[in-house]
């Protein structure tokens, strides 16, 4: 029954927040599937790194999670350029995540609740 469940969830899942690809030149991949969302990726060109964008972004997307009342997984990932995780955990960190102990939802490594 809990892969019935996964799939469910799968068919359910919309990407949110996408106007911020265009607003910020990057690419985002949040996914909403009414229960949690899932932050699977956010790519800021090089050329913007360093400057505030990551944290406009993390302010949209922790607000947007607030105001819907819905958890945010991710999993932090060198995959798109980041040059260390322990960085991208105290990025999260200061956004409010914590280390995600519960694996009943997703086997992600990272949680933020809403406020």
């Known amino acids: 029954m809990k892969h019935v469940k996964l799939f469910e969830d799968f068919l359910n899942e919309k990407l949110v927040l ?16 009414g229960k949690y969302l899932q932050l699977s990726k956010i790519k800021i060109p090089k050329e913007y790194r360093n400057s505030g964008i ?12 607030d105001t819907q ?7 932090p990932s060198k995959d798109f350029g980041a040059t260390s995780i322990s960085r991208l955990e105290k ?25």
């Open 91 to 115: 990025f999260y960190k200061s956004f409010d995540f914590v280390k995600n102990t519960d694996k009943s939802e997703t086997r992600d490594t990272m949680v933020r609740l809403p406020k």
């Open 18 to 33: 996408q106007e911020l690809e265009d607003q910020f030149n990057i690419e985002l991949d949040l996914y909403d599937n």
């Open 69 to 75: 009342q819905l958890k945010i997984y991710l999993t």
């Open 54 to 65: 990551g944290s406009k972004i993390m302010t949209r997307i922790t607000e947007y999670s």
